[in-house]
Nanobody, 130 residues
Framework: VQLVESGGGLVQAGGSLRLSCKAS????????IGWFRQAPGKERGLLSC????????YYADSVKGRFTISTDIAKNTVYLQMNALKPTDTAVYHC????????????????????????WGQGTPVTVSS
């Protein structure tokens, strides 16, 4: 799966950005599409992941309640709406494809687990000023 990100930029703390990820055609059941970020001197961290086939989602604790992942199936596009941004959110944000994600149903809500990283885009930089 080939991925191209856009939407990064400079924003003040407390502000919002929406990132977009355009994916090449793929079989929806075979992949989760997610976002991770990479900051200098820090480990890469998965932020969120979504299934196009059933809408199952995952959010890291660090972004729950602030970030929202969504899909536009007709456009093969994933969005990451980022609100209440903090300077610690400064990083390069990458969209990634995770094959054969696992799923579980908790209280009637589907959740996805994206673990094996297969491909990712070049990234879009996000800078949050204080």
């Amino acid at each position: 799966v080939q991925l191209v990100e856009s939407g990064g930029g400079l924003v003040q703390a407390g502000g919002s950005l929406r990132l977009s990820c355009k994916a090449s055609p793929f079989t929806f059941d075979d992949y989760g599409i997610g976002w991770f970020r990479q900051a200098p001197g820090k480990e890469r961290g998965l932020l969120s992941c979504v299934s196009f086939s059933d809408g199952a989602r995952y959010y890291a604790d660090s972004v729950k309640g602030r970030f929202t992942i969504s899909t536009d199936i007709a456009k093969n596009t994933v969005y990451l709406q980022m609100n209440a941004l903090k300077p610690t959110d400064t990083a390069v944000y990458h969209c990634a494809a995770y094959p054969y994600p696992s799923r579980q149903l908790v209280g009637g809500t589907p959740y996805i687990s994206c673990t094996y990283l297969e491909s990712w885009g070049q990234g879009t930089p996000v800078t949050v000023s204080s």
